[in-house]
């Protein structure tokens, strides 16, 4: 059975604090790695797709590194603000039918 | 911009009735897939579709099932909804055809109560 463990499973910052989450997912058979954002009551929406190891992508302050000989990902967010709020998920593609299995999620929390 | 939109943001529903949740998406996906999502167990996959009239389960089909007659909508229907059936529902799509390869994206939600 495919599981893909995210921790912490929530964390409260200051706004300014800079932060990271781990994803483990197994590293055989690998095909990509995602990394969603779910702000509340909105729709969880991609961040980024990682395909390759040693990958690192950027958007802004947040950023993401994969290794996926030892099967996982890391999620940066420098000088966290208030609007970054939400919870994280990472997902694994479980094979070549585009059914992902997401973990648990990370739930962030920014104090202004 | 991809859409995909989910017939009703909340619904209220009693016990035994027939529920039916529609998702319908604009970008010729061919992938669709109904999760529910819980507070404290993520997001579970109910079933997905690859094509038209194809269907799988998921992790968690009992007590649903699903339709898909044409490429562009994906049903979900409770066929005698209880109580415990009361979750958010949230549909997506996805295309192995993308750039960025299995990238999911989300209709709104539904949130359904069962009374």
Known sequence: ILNVEQSPQSLHVQEGDSTNFTC????????????????????????????????????????????????????????????????????????????????????????? | DVKVTQSSRYLVK?????????????????????????????????????????????DIPEGYSVSREKKERFSLILESASTNQTSMYLCASSSPAQVRRYEQYFGPGTRLTVT
Not at chain 1, 36 to 60: I, Q
Not at chain 1, 90 to 99: D, I, L, Q, R, V
Not at chain 2, 30 to 56: A, H, T
Request: aromatic letters at 14%; hydrophobic letters at 30%.
């Open chain 2, 14 to 58: 009693r016990t035994g009735e027939k529920v039916f949740l529609e998702c319908v998406q604009d970008m010729d996906h061919e992938n669709m897939f109904w999760y529910r999502q819980d507070p404290g167990l993520g997001l579970r996959l109910i079933y997905f579709s690859y094509d038209v009239k194809m269907k799988e389960k998921g």
């Open chain 1, 24 to 112: 483990s997912f197994p590293s055989s058979n690998f095909y990509a790695l995602h990394w969603y954002r779910w702000e509340t009551a909105k729709s969880p929406e991609a961040l980024f797709v990682m395909t390759l190891n040693g990958d690192e992508k950027k958007k802004g302050r947040i950023s993401a590194t994969l290794n996926t000989k030892e099967g996982y990902s890391y999620l940066y967010i420098k000088g966290s603000q208030p609007e970054d709020s939400a919870t994280y998920l990472c997902a694994f593609p479980s094979s070549n039918t585009g059914k992902l299995i997401f973990g648990q999620g990370t739930t962030l929390q920014v104090k202004p």
